[in-house]
């Protein structure tokens, strides 16, 4: 008797034809966008917070209660949110080796003597033993707003000054960088150089990844980090010890931004603006007695589009 | 592949080791890429369709539940990309320039062949639904059980057997005519 398989023998062989591309590898291309600095986004705080948690755990093995604050738009969709480091799942408490330290301080050093508004692709040799190679960018850096204003070309408006007498001092600008490299090609430079790390230079995609501002008034100082949220999922930020964080939900012309306070010192505000170009998350940090819950709102303002 | 092997792939990238990853691709993209192949019918769409999948994979991967097999989570990926890309397509031509040039009969069906293994394959393909399509190759073609297409698709099983045989039969006849009637009717034939 024909089994069911059989009956269908003429089409399956059709489809068995050697015409057919039987070889295909995109495994480097995913690769090298996965281990970009955008896609990464996504499991960064996760692999920050494996160091973090590990220098936590050896004083306390108490997790505070588990809190957590979302921010949402205005179609009640949740655009961001902030859990207690014990709720973030797929984790492993680790602390970092002497090994681990020693390549991020090379890493450090390599980054430190790159020009700003470059990119590279960098194989360490030493302290290396997965053959990781690290995308490196260093962002475009100004010291005058209007330079920074006409390299974002109006696709961001920032203001020069902020309330409170705020002025600014320093910006930059970091791209999305094209991470088509060759692997392979690293491993064979390193083999032939006598230096303890190689690179490749990268090009940037016009896409930003994210602009920092620095606000100065007197010696009080403050920062805001712009970041493109464009192709992030699940927008998450884990805190160890949430609840000894201070936080309240404010809400200025209809976005709502979550105000902090952690140990009376750092104060963040931060809030996400979704619009029809580009959906950017802004957080802003300072010391400052001056930056409180009431001048958060007001500092909002200065940064919130026109409607 | 089976489960336990998956399941110690993905435990180092679940704990952000993101290099684990390459074995996942390595693993399932000669597969999909199949998949996407015939779906799409044309071998760069389906390179292209192959990257933002395993990248969506990566993305999503901590939404991954363990009761379903990995392949089969992966294919329903791929089944909503090749979904969304036909209807991206939906009020372009696949092959924009059959309208603005007039190329003989042999020279559109050559062009096919280019992108597609047989333009009487590509033809018959294109007269079937995207679920027409994929029950046919992942059924009749990889030999996928109906459980687990029934967790591609979400349809259930019962309803995804009789699909398949109505499927296969319309392919069939698409197919002969094809085969009789050579590329007669390319002009207006979409993979939509």
Known sequence: MQNRHDLHKDIRELFRDPR?????????????????????????????????VGMFATVSSVYAAAEYFQLKNRQGEVIYQEKDASLATGTEIQTPDEQMMAFLQKRSEIEEKM??????????????PNKKVQTIAKPFEFDKMEDLQGKLAGMVELPDTLPGGFAFTTGSIEYDVNGDYNKEELYKMAEESEQDYVLVPLQWTDRINNIIVSYSAGEDSMQVVI??????????????NQAERNVEKIIVDQTEALYSEEGNELKTVVWVVEEPAMKLEYRIFSNSPLLNKESAQQLMKAFLPSR | ???????????????????????IVGKFQVEIFRYCYHILGNRKDAEDALQEIFVKA???????NRSVPFSAWLYKIAYNHCVDQIRKRKWKQMIPFFQETDWGESH???????????????????????????????????????????????????????????????????????????AANAKSARFT
């Open chain 1, 115 to 128: 020009a700003p508004g470059t990119a590279a692709a960098v194989y360490i040799k030493e302290n290396n």
């Open chain 2, 108 to 182: 559109i069906d050559q062009h096919i062949e280019e992108v597609y293994f047989s333009a009487s394959v590509h033809q018959a393909m294109a007269a079937l639904s995207i679920e027409e399509r994929t029950l046919l190759i992942l059924r009749g073609v990889e030999e996928k059980t109906c459980e687990e297409i029934s967790l591609i698709m979400k349809k259930n099983t019962a309803s995804l057997r009789k699909k398949f045989e109505r499927a296969a039969a319309k392919f069939r006849k698409a197919y002969s005519l094809q085969e009789k009637g050579g």
């Open chain 1, 227 to 240: 970041s493109n949220l464009e192709g992030v999922v699940d927008n998450t930020v884990y805190h160890v």
């Open chain 2, 1 to 23: 592949m089976d489960c336990k092997e998956t399941e110690k792939l993905l435990e180092p990238i679940l704990r952000g080791e993101i290099d684990g990853f390459e074995a």
């Open chain 1, 20 to 52: 057919i591309p039987q070889q295909i590898d995109v495994t480097q291309k995913v690769m090298n966008r996965i281990q970009s600095k955008k896609e990464r986004l996504i499991v960064k705080y996760k692999v920050a917070l494996l160091a973090a």
């Open chain 2, 58 to 64: 990566y993305r999503n991967l901590g939404k991954y």
